[in-house]
């Protein structure tokens, strides 16, 4: 009996502890903390599963973000130690490179890349890394790399010739992504999947870079799951979630090459053509060793491969779409390539077609139409209080 009361007591003391613990917490954040004062939900202000909510729905958070501005005002609360601010005035104080900025790790986390530079959460780390590759898509970079684009670009007109012939639907976010993926996995890693090869341009990278988005919402709302994806064998990932095979099979030859480019001493030198990324971070003088390891040559090419294919990608079909749906502006810049006199022989050049200001203006225009990432990038300022019109937000606060 005197067992059985000990461990009832036991269990007793544990329920009113955390009973005692969940009131304090929730009277914390509601009315005595330095965020109490901001308006917006009240279940958004005591716990981060009110954002999950809606965005395992779809990811439908910014559009509820979106009413809760209508509804509140220019700054709302939407978690527990998060504000939002709808300012286009503010935006630059926020993303500027005035003072330290931080970003935030459960955004970062999300992606498990936190080796790369767009994965890396303190200041001072994140501008080590970045500066490393900062001019590597400069114009003069880019213009080194113009045979291989253009040989590229000529393989996907051939097929695009094909599909004319044939009068089959093109599916032109594929095309694009396949082209865009082709392009940068040559840029950073010196390999060419051959995705414009594909006879249906490769369906199942659309799918696969679809799911990384999707799975975002998920790693978020289960602290620490994106520790445990990289110690499942790759053979049963793809078992348990077949839309990452491809994925799966990006991080395995990321991490081949990265450890090749570390451990042979052929392999790290430079190719004579073009630097890949690998290549690149590797013989960055700026970098110590401690920032050439195998694992932060793997996320950081990863990162590029992900990102440069879906952004261009998007871009390209979002101005496909505009100027094929308007055929005064497809006419007119039709007609400027019927009055271009470019090189006598083979193919126009980069600097040429920059000359040509009707196709400038339809890039910069579909530029601003189309859109990198439709989610909250939130900074941290971690050693200040930033000032907003009445309000002062504390240091650590994602904003």
């Given at each position: 009996m005197a067992a059985v009361s000990k461990e009832i007591l036991y269990l007793f003391s544990v329920l009113s502890f955390l009973i005692i613990y969940i009131v304090w917490i929730t009277l914390y954040r509601l009315y005595f903390g330095p965020l109490a004062k901001i308006p917006g939900p009240k279940l958004a202000a005591l716990t981060g599963y009110y954002e999950a909510y809606y965005n395992v729905k779809g990811g439908r958070f910014l559009f509820k973000i979106q009413d809760l501005h209508q509804k509140h005002g220019p700054i709302i609360r939407i978690g527990p130690n998060e504000l939002h601010i709808n300012d286009p005035d503010f935006y630059d104080q926020i993303y500027s490179n005035n003072g330290r900025w931080d970003k935030d790790p459960q955004y970062v986390n999300q992606f498990d890349n936190t080796d790369s530079a767009f994965?890396?959460?303190p200041h001072e780390l994140h501008r080590l890394r970045r500066r490393a590759f900062q001019g590597f898509f400069s114009k003069q970079k880019i213009a080194s790399l113009e045979p291989l684009i253009q040989s590229i670009i000529e393989k996907l007109c051939a097929r695009l010739e094909e599909y004319r012939l044939s009068r089959k639907v093109l599916p032109i976010r594929h095309v694009y992504q396949c082209l865009t993926c082709d392009v940068i996995m040559e840029y950073a890693l010196a390999i060419n999947d051959g995705n414009i090869d594909?006879?249906?341009?490769?369906?199942?990278?659309?799918?696969?870079?679809?799911?990384?988005g999707e799975m975002g919402h998920y790693m978020k709302l289960i602290p620490g799951v994106?520790?445990?994806?990289?110690?499942?064998p790759p053979w049963l990932l793809v078992r348990l979630i077949p839309a990452m095979s491809s994925m799966v099979d990006l991080q395995e030859r990321c991490k081949a090459l990265a450890k090749s480019i570390t451990t042979d001493s052929e392999l790290s030198h430079k190719p004579k053509d073009y630097s890949t990324v690998c290549h690149e971070i590797y013989h960055a003088d700026e970098l110590p060793d401690s920032q050439k390891t195998v694992r932060r040559l793997q996320h950081e090419v990863e990162t590029f491969v992900i990102a440069g294919t879906e952004t261009s990608a998007h871009a390209l079909a979002c101005i496909t779409f505009h100027v094929l749906n308007n055929p005064p502006v497809l006419q007119r810049l039709q007609q400027e390539f019927r009055d271009f006199h470019g090189s006598s022989s083979g193919p126009a050049r980069l600097r040429e077609l920059e000359q040509l200001p009707y196709l400038t203006s339809v890039l910069l225009e579909g530029l601003r139409l189309s859109y990198g990432l439709a989610m909250r990038l939130p900074r941290v300022?971690?050693?200040?209080?930033i000032r907003y019109r009445d309000f002062d937000i504390p240091p650590g606060v994602r904003t």
């Open positions: 994965g890396t959460v594909h006879p249906d341009f490769n369906p199942a990278l659309h799918e696969t870079i679809k799911k990384v994106q520790k445990v994806l990289p110690l499942i300022a971690p050693d200040r209080i």
